[in-house]
C-alpha cells in the first residue's frame, strides 16, 4: 500500500473507534507478536525517547505514528516500568497539536531537576511548501504523573552555518549548568553535533560545535547522546550517508560511538578515538541512554532501521524496542550487557554439557520460539562452532564463530521472511581467541546476541514460521566442548504491548 502524506499526516483524533479497535486486532493476530520486547500496539514504533528513572519507576517513551506502519505523524507514546522487566503501556504522552510541533514531536531526551521530569524535544513543523522548520521544545511531568508543554519553544531558530536538519537534543547537567547536545547538519551538507548551555533549561545558549576528528562522515548525525563512564567521555551518534570502506559500514544505516576524554565544555573539543559500531546486526538504530538510582548507565535502542519494510507491515505494526542494556567501558570500549533483571523472565531450565565431535547435535528440551540460551564454547580445536535457531528442514538463523578467521557471524539468509535483502543477509565481527560465549535471548520475531559478555552484540529482526523452533549446536572439522543453559521465557506485561492487552490510547 502507498500511502499519501494526507494519510500519512492523519491524526488519531481523527480516527473512529472502531478503526483504532479493528487495526489493533489485526495487529494482535499478527503471528510475529513479541512475547518480552516492548512494541506498539498499532502503527509504527521508532526511536526510544525520555527514557529515564524518576519517582520511583522507569520511564520511556518511544516515537509512534498510530494509524500505520509507516513514518508519519509522531507521537510520544509512554510506558513505565518498577523493575525494567514488566513494562505497563500509559498512552500518549505527547501529542503534535501546537504550532510549534504541527508535524510531528520529534526525539528528545529527559532529565529530573526541582522533583519535575523535564523533556526536551524536537517540535517539527512544515511550511506551505512542505519546507521543514525545527523548534527545541520543552514539557514536563509532575510526581502525579501530569505532563504539560511549555507553550513555546525553548530554542527558536536554527544557528547559523546549520541546516534545518537539526534535532534531537539531549540533555545532562554539570554542576549548576544544563548542557544539551543536538544532531546538526553543516550548509556544507556533513554531519556534527552542536551544544547548548542553560542555567534553568529554559534560556538556552549556542555554544558551538563538538570538535571532533570526523570532519566529514556523513551528512546528518542523528540522535547524539553524550555521558561519561569511568573518567572517559562517551558521544553515541547514527551518521546518515556513511560511505561503505571494505567490511565497515556497509548495511543501510549506521549506529556507534566515539570514546575518549572528557569533552571540553569550554572549547567543545572532544579527543577520541576512532567510530565504532554499537551493534553488528541488522536492526538497530537511534539508542538512548539514561543514568538510574543504581548509578547505572542503561541503554535501549530501536529495533529496526528507517526506510525499510518489514514483514509485519501487512499486519498495521513495525518494530520494536531492544532489551535494556548495562553499559560499561573496558579499555575505551563499551561493553553492553542485558540488565539483571531480564533474570525475573527465567523459568524452567535445562543444562547440558558435551563435546562435539565434527557434528551436528540437539538435545532435549532446546526449542522454542521465546527463550534466552547461553552457550559457551572451549577447548576449542574445531575451525568453525556455533548454533542454529529457529530452525526446521527449510528454516534457520546461524550464529558462528571462525576460529582460523578469528570472526563471528550471524547469517540469516534462511531465516524465513528476510527484510531488506539487497542490503545482504550475513554479518561479521572480529573476535579474537579460542573460546567464544554466545548469550541469546530469542523472541517471536527477533535476535538479541551478547558474544563474551557483551563484547560485541548482534540485533537483528527474524521471521520465521511458528513451527521453526529448533536448536541445533555444530562444530566443524575438530572438537569443541559445549556447556549450555536455555531458559523459557515468561510474557513481559499485562497492559498492552507484548501481552497484547486492551487498548490503551489515551488522548
Known sequence: MEWTREQRYRRIEEATIEELTALQEKVNNSRWRQKYHIQPVTGLLNDPNGFSYFNGEYHLFYQWFPLGPVHGLKYWYYTKSSDLVHWQ???????????FDSHGVYSGSAIVHNQ???????????????????????????ENGQIKKLQAPVIHEVPKGYTDHFRDPKVWKVHDTFYAVIGAQRENETGCAVLYSSPDLMHW??????????????????????????????LIFCPQGVVPAGEQFQYVHQSGYIAGNRLDLKTKIFEHGEFVKLDRGFDFYAPQTTIDHKGRRLLVGWMGLPDIPYPTDQDGWAHCLTLP???????????QRPVKELEALRQDAVHVKDTLHNEQKRY??????????????????????????????????????????????????????????????????RVEGNAVKLH????????????????????????????????????RNGNVSLDTTIYHLTAMQKNGGADDGPLVFHW
Open 440 to 475: 541469546l535471548f530469542v523472541d517471536t520475531s527477533s535476535v538479541e546476541i551478547f558474544i563474551n559478555d557483551g563484547m560485541e552484540v548482534f540485533t537483528s529482526r527474524i521471521f520465521p514460521s511458528p513451527e521453526s523452533t529448533k536448536i541445533c549446536f555444530f562444530a
Open 325 to 335: 542494556r548495562e553499559l560499561t567501558i573496558q579499555n575505551g570500549k563499551l561493553i
Open 89 to 99: 503501556n500509559v498512552g500518549i504522552a505527547l501529542q503534535p497539536d501546537d504550532y
Open 364 to 429: 532435549d528440551g532446546f526449542n522454542g520460539t521465546c527463550y534466552e540460551l547461553i552457550c559457551e564454547f572451549t577447548n576449542m580445536e574445531a575451525e568453525e562452532v556455533g548454533i542454529e535457531f529457529r530452525s526446521s528442514d527449510e528454516e534457520k538463523t546461524v550464529i558462528s564463530y571462525n576460529r582460523h578467521k578469528q570472526k563471528v557471524t550471524l547469517d540469516r539468509t534462511y531465516s524465513g521472511e528476510v527484510p531488506a535483502k539487497k542490503y545482504g543477509t550475513t554479518s561479521t565481527c
Open 205 to 234: 545558549t549556542f555554544e558551538g560545535e563538538i570538535h571532533t576528528r570526523l570532519q566529514h562522515f556523513g551528512f546528518m548525525w542523528e540522535c547524539p547522546d553524550y555521558f561519561e563512564l569511568d573518567g572517559n567521555g562517551v
Open 116 to 142: 519535575t521530569l523535564y523533556f526536551m524535544y524536537t517540535g517539527n513543523t512544515r511550511d506551505e511548501n512542505w519546507v521543514r522548520h525545527p523548534y527545541q521544545c520543552l514539557a514536563f511531568m509532575d
